[in-house]
């Protein structure tokens, strides 16, 4: 098993689940800080790079599907060793595992000369695991909370979507923050350690940083041992396995497709109003019609001129020097032709012009028929 | 990728500075509307209501006037400013130099006075006035024709004194002054002489701006011809006029979504006088300090319902413009949330992305708010909730890109925003859930629960969130601090025993 020098530690199973975890969980990550973060530049600058935030939000969903079908995968894996293999549980926490962190950090002081003596997995390495373990529960049920928000409130309190929000939020970070301590130091700064690349760590490291691994090894005695757990045969393990994957598989198709309307929502309602709707159009000029019998300059013919004609054509200083304000000055004419031919309608200025249609005041047709017959009938006063 | 900025100007100084200057000969203001009453029956018309240069002391009847002497005048024409006030009628320029009488003994050859046009004798001049009028023209050869007529009594007003606004008001305040324009649309060429004469322009200086100030056209009478084909197209062509003295404001205008439509043949469109009116512009700001003029907010409001009729109506119904019609300062109109003279297109992704901004210029501003005990948590609240936080992402982002998150008035509505706390309004925990499935329609009773109504989370309110927060707050600085702890003393002690070593 042991090739001189080097122990095997991480089988290509081992191995490939830490890396789609890696992949998974930098990309959760990023895109999850970023959103944290939103207000910041960098995280600008990445939402920016990586397509928008919708574009954002589909890849940490993509890579949380990822990483619980990882934890899927890897529950199954634990339960294939345990109960069809009938491995131990190296990994499971012990009192002796706080026993050797204590003595770890007494030797780390100084207080101590002999550091801890561990086995396959340290202390270092079980705190790292079950805090991803926990971390991966927290999230991916906060998560889907958040991801299906109107399920979730068709059950629990809609305060719990906030709260899973900020759990969620919370967790991240933390994780974050204990990966690059913890485990950036222990692998990667305090030495690298290449057994997850190559799957073997060199004797010298086996002996410091797991005597008792090494010593089992010696001794043959690998890390079998015989539980008191019902042997199944790997038969039915695999049959019930595919089943409870099954179920999962669909249980995350459903968690991702559960509901639209948080994620694709109707569009916000337009407002139902008219944009353009002007109270009034460009005034109109004012019609005032005169439309009595009108027979002579007293009987209105005078009235009418003085209210339609007079303003210009009065006055002081009468346009054109034709005054209609009075029925003296009015026969007199103006400037030009004479106002009022009496007895002759078609040769009076007043009729002509009024015909010409442009005149700045315009009479109305049956006043220029009214003016017309005065004229004709001999221009009474 | 920095958040666009947008400034979303108030009725500030220089924007009102910018009230137009049209002038329309067409009359944009206010007519006397009593005279279109016809009084049945009756061959009598209502006598004209605007005060005139012909009105005669005792307003009767024109026609029952002498109209061969004039009775009292004022000594000249464009040296008269404003009547006093115990003057029935107004000054004119028509009136008969000859004939003056006590006020100023103004000789009537001197019309070379300062201040007074400088014209040749007119068709404007009585028969009195026409011997000892300079450069006195040969009285006319009656039986002219009408072209010879015309063409002979060219009057131009031309040199550095053109005639007055009393002058064109002589003519132009008669209510049945009308044009014919090629479109066949007859419009009314009249003015509201007493309207301009309390208008900015009628009011400045002594005697108020000259209307050929304006219409610079109108430099002869008979008048050029109007080339404009419409009423419309006449009220936009007289913008131009305006930039003449507004070049300020008309500069402004570049980027205005009403030029924007204009431009894309849109003739609806709004342009100066659409707004401030052609003869009637009503000031708006103080004139020495440039500041709004209280009652100018509810004023440019209505401007902006001259043609948004509909949504003034649901504004004045709103909290916000309620407010403004009672006067209130703080309370915005119109402009203060579209802006003046640069007013974004309401209806892009891009306004619609940036309007929290708009909302929070106010309800952000403590000192405001107090005042009315509004909250200011209301748009860090926002921001700091999924939707909000999209929000400003988007900003960041992607600024013209249609999104489907609610902004500020999605859920409080924009004109007809109602306060928090009438019954009917949509922030109410009972309406909530309605103004939830808006968007959400497979929304429940629980689901409005999750937005914590602008208010930060606290163990009151929100007990989950906040010992959430409190768990998270302590836990990490703890855990990380544990872990950064050990690696320190991991790295002291190996350094010690590299040191044994050596």
């Known amino acids: ?381 | 990728m920095l958040p666009k900025s947008r400034t979303r100007n108030g009725l500030s100084a220089q924007r009102m500075l910018g009230i137009g200057l049209i002038l329309l000969g067409c009359g944009l203001g206010l007519l006397p509307r009593a005279l279109a009453q016809e009084q049945p029956g009756t061959d009598v018309t209502p006598a004209p209501r605007i005060t005139s240069v012909f009105d005669r002391p005792a307003q009767a009847q024109p026609a029952a006037q002498p109209t061969t002497a004039p009775s009292a005048t004022e000594p000249s024409d464009a040296a008269s400013a404003s009547p006093a006030p115990q003057v029935t009628r107004y000054t004119s320029i028509f009136d008969n130099p000859a004939a003056t009488s006590a006020p100023a003994q103004v000789p009537a050859a001197s019309t070379a006075v300062p201040g007074q046009p400088t014209r040749v004798p007119s068709i404007f001049d009585t028969q009195a006035t026409q011997a000892p009028a300079p450069g006195g023209q040969a009285a006319p050869t009656p039986y002219q024709s009408l072209l010879d007529a015309v063409q002979a009594d060219v009057i131009r007003f031309e040199g550095e004194e053109p005639p007055d606004a009393e002058y064109c008001l002589g003519c132009h305040e008669s209510p049945y002054l009308q044009m014919t324009l090629a479109s066949g649309e007859v419009i009314s060429v009249t003015v509201d002489g007493e309207a301009y004469r309390e208008s900015v322009h009628g009011q400045h200086g002594t005697e108020g701006y000259k209307c050929i100030r304006c219409h610079t056209d109108m430099n002869e009478y008979p008048h050029e011809e109007v080339t404009a084909q419409t009423a419309r197209e006449l009220t936009i062509d007289f913008s131009n006029s305006c930039a003449r003295c507004h070049p300020a404001s008309f500069d402004e205008t570049a980027d205005d979504t009403h030029v924007a439509l204009m431009a894309n043949g849109n003739t609806n469109a709004a342009v100066c006088a659409d707004c401030h009116s052609g003869h009637e512009v009503e000031r708006l700001t103080d004139p020495l300090t440039g500041v709004s003029l209280p009652e100018s907010a509810a004023a440019s409001a209505s401007m902006c319902g001259q043609c948004h009729s509909e949504i003034y109506n649901q504004y004045t119904t709103g909290v916000h413009g309620s407010a403004v019609l009672e006067g209130n300062p703080d309370a915005p109109a119109c402009a203060d949330c579209h802006g003046v003279h640069s007013t974004e297109g309401p209806s892009t992704a891009s306004f619609r992305l940036f309007s929290p901004q708009i909302c929070a210029k106010c309800h952000a501003d403590e000192t405001m708010m107090a005042e009315y005990d509004i909250s200011t948590n209301v748009f860090d609240t926002y921001v700091a909730d999924f939707h909000g936080t999209t929000v400003a992402i988007f900003q960041n982002t992607a600024p013209d890109q249609p999104f489907n998150v609610p902004v500020c008035v999605d859920c409080h509505g924009a004109h007809n925003t109602i306060g928090a706390s009438n019954a009917s309004s949509p922030g109410m925990k009972e309406n909530l859930l309605t103004v939830c499935q808006r968007c959400h329609p497979d929304a429940t009773t629980n689901f409005p629960d999750a937005w914590m109504s602008h208010y930060p989370p606290n163990f009151q309110r929100t007990p989950l969130v906040a010992l959430a927060n409190l768990a998270y707050t302590v836990a990490i600085p703890a855990v990380v601090g544990g872990l950064g702890l050990f690696v320190v003393t991991d790295i002291r002690r190996r350094r010690t025993n590299g040191r044994k070593d050596q």
């Open chain 1, 1 to 381: 098993m042991a090739v001189r020098g080097r122990y095997l530690r991480f089988p290509i199973s081992y191995r490939i689940e830490h890396w789609v975890m890696v992949a998974s969980f930098v990309t959760l990550a990023i895109t999850g800080l970023a959103q944290k973060f939103a207000q910041t530049g960098i995280a600008i600058w990445l939402i920016g790079g990586l397509g928008g935030i919708e574009t954002v939000r589909v890849i940490h969903r993509v890579a949380a599907i990822v990483l619980i079908l990882e934890a899927v995968y890897h529950i199954g894996a634990i339960g294939y060793k345990l109960l069809v293999r009938r491995y131990g549980l190296d990994l499971m926490l012990t009192p002796q595992d706080l026993r050797n962190a204590l003595q770890a950090f007494q030797y780390n002081m100084g207080w101590r000369e002999d550091p801890p003596q561990q086995g396959r997995y340290t202390f270092e390495e079980k705190f790292e695991y079950f805090a991803i373990v926990w971390g991966t529960i927290v999230m991916a049920a906060t998560g889907f909370i958040l991801w299906n928000p109107i399920a979730a409130t068709s059950t629990l309190p809609g305060e719990f979507v906030p709260a899973a929000k900020s759990v969620h939020s919370g967790e991240a970070l933390l994780a974050v923050l204990a990966i690059i301590v913890w485990h950036m130091y222990h692998v990667h700064f305090r030495r690298f350690n290449r057994s997850m690349f190559t799957g073997y760590l060199p004797a010298d490291v086996m002996e410091e940083e797991h005597p008792l691994e090494l010593a089992e090894r010696e001794h043959r005695a690998a890390s079998e041992t015989h539980r008191e757990l019902p042997h199944v045969s790997a038969r039915t393990y695999l049959g019930v396995y595919a089943v409870i994957t099954v179920v999962v598989i669909a249980g995350l198709y459903a968690m991702a497709t559960f509901e639209r309307t948080a994620i694709e929502t109707v569009p916000p309602s337009e407002e139902s109003v008219t944009i353009y709707s002007p109270l009034h159009v460009d005034p109109q000029p004012i019609v005032v019609s005169f439309n009595g019998s009108m027979t002579s300059w007293d009987d209105g013919i005078g009235e009418l001129l003085g209210v339609k004609c007079s303003f210009c054509h009065g006055g002081s200083t009468p346009l054109s020097k034709l005054n209609l304000s009075s029925y003296d000055t009015a026969l007199l004419g103006g400037s030009s032709v004479p106002a009022i031919v009496p007895n002759d309608p078609e040769n009076s200025g007043l009729i002509i012009e009024q015909e010409a249609g442009d005149h700045p005041v315009t009479l109305s047709a049956a006043e220029l028929e009214t003016l017309s017959a005065w004229i004709a009938s001999g221009a009474p006063r």
